[in-house]
């Protein structure tokens, strides 16, 4: 029996079907893609995520206490430091910053916690740029111009967010006052004791000073850590010229710190891994390699090695080193130490990598420091929480040598 070949056999679909289907899988596939180049909802988004992280917080200027001290500056004169104003007492302030918590700031965790290997020439090049713009904190002043008593007033308020010097955490700022380019006379602040925000709110007078003089001049702030011990440590600086404030009256000022220009900020970068293991209660600290270290010696050059103290709450526990490479500013170690450290104590372990310059006739000097733990600078507390978040998996970092 002759059957037509074009006749739709039972359950077959028909061509206007098949017609119908191609042209909706078309019109979807089109609308995928025109879905996917559109910005419109990218846009939105992000600018809902950027309003969110934004935080501002500024502590109540009324705090602290006023004091002035005088510099007299005519020709041969000598400095002089007058008393605090008598009824004030000093009122130092701790600082007791918290962390914002949202859930995108979770959000962001989570990404950057999937950041956590580094691989050489690879993704750490961005965490180099990254530290290297370590925020270094800001300070307000004010400045103004006394005709009649021909007397240069500087009043030092307060400074914020600075960044931790010392291994507990913290920092005790204090500031220098300079007329550049005169060294020899300064002032100085008094030392606020752990203090991240501290308020200082102190008045220096430099007075027998002609204005055809101070327009010749610039105003150099220097915000230091004050060390017992050791010599003080840079924070960070500003600098003012005075021939474009109008003097005429008081002026406030918020400036971002910057790198101090003695060299401090330039001591070369560190990369180093950490591995915690939790069952074992230890961590791993390895110290791959170093580059462009601060040249130390007369001949332009370092002998480097790398000392690694573990603190818990103040107190040295433990030090190891690596060897030391010689006549080299990109040294390569490779070397790895562990240490015993149970989960409970982590809060209060820091780890301080130091890297030195060996000398056979004198003392060692110090190229920089390092201070790892869960309080310590953005880039530190980063690699610590990376650390934690990913347990017996090596974490590598860049770090920037500080002073």
Same mark, same amino acid.
Not at 11 to 18: F, H, I, S
Not at 155 to 159: D, L, S, T, V
């Given at each position: 029996m002759y059957r037509d070949p074009e006749a739709a056999s039972p &359950?077959?679909?028909? #061509?206007? /079907?098949?017609l119908v289907s191609a042209i909706i899988t078309v019109s979807l596939s089109v609308t995928v893609v025109l879905c996917g180049l559109c910005h419109w909802c990218q846009r939105k988004l992000g600018k809902r995520y950027k309003n969110s992280l934004e935080t501002v917080g500024t502590p109540d200027s009324g705090r602290g206490r006023s004091e002035k001290k005088a510099i007299k500056l005519p020709t041969g004169g000598k400095a002089v430091n007058t008393a605090p104003v008598p009824g004030q007492t000093p009122h130092d302030e701790s600082d007791h910053r918290t962390e914002p918590h949202s859930s995108v700031s979770d959000l962001v965790n989570s990404l950057t916690s999937e950041m956590l290997m580094l691989s050489p020439g690879s993704e750490e090049d961005e965490v180099h740029? &990254?530290? !290297?713009r370590e925020n270094l904190g800001r300070i307000q002043f004010s400045v103004g111009y006394n005709f009649q008593e021909s007397t240069l007033t500087v009043?030092?308020?307060?400074?914020q967010e600075l960044p931790a010097k010392d291994f507990s955490g913290t920092s005790d700022p204090f500031v220098k006052i300079y007329l550049l380019p005169d060294k020899k006379h300064k002032l100085e602040t008094? /030392?606020? #004791?752990?203090? =991240?925000?501290?308020?200082?709110n102190e008045t220096f007078l430099f007075e027998g000073f002609p204005y055809e003089k101070v327009v010749q001049r610039v105003l150099y702030l220097q /915000? %230091?850590?004050y060390d017992r011990f050791s010599r003080n440590d840079p924070i960070g600086e500003v600098s003012l010229p005075l021939n474009k404030v109008d003097l005429t009256q008081m002026q406030t000022f918020w400036k971002d710190l910057k790198p101090c220009s003695d060299g401090s900020g330039s001591r070369?970068? =560190?990369? %180093? !891994?950490?591995?915690?293991?939790p069952s074992a209660n230890s961590i791993i600290v390895n110290i791959i390699k170093a580059r462009n270290l601060k040249a130390m010696d007369i001949g332009g050059t370092s002998d480097p090695y790398v000392k690694v103290w573990l603190m818990y709450k103040d107190k040295r526990v433990e030090k190891k080193k690596t060897v030391t490479m010689k006549r080299n500013l990109n040294p390569i170690f490779n070397e790895s130490f562990a240490f015993d450290i149970?989960?409970?104590? %982590? #809060?209060?372990t820091t780890i301080i990598i130091t890297v030195m310059d060996k000398d056979k006739l004198s003392r060692n000097d110090v190229i920089g420091k390092i201070y790892l733990s869960w309080k310590s600078g953005p880039g530190e507390v980063k690699h610590w929480k990376d650390m934690i978040a990913r347990? #017996? $998996?090596? /974490?590598? $970092?860049?770090? $920037?040598?500080k002073a």
């Open positions: &359950g077959a679909p028909t #061509r206007d /079907v098949l740029e &990254g530290c !290297s009043k030092i308020m307060k400074a008094k /030392v606020k #004791r752990k203090n =991240l925000n501290p308020h200082w /915000v %230091l850590d070369g970068e =560190l990369l %180093l !891994s950490l591995c915690y293991n149970p989960t409970e104590k %982590l #809060r209060e347990p #017996r $998996q090596p /974490v590598a $970092q860049w770090h $920037q040598l």
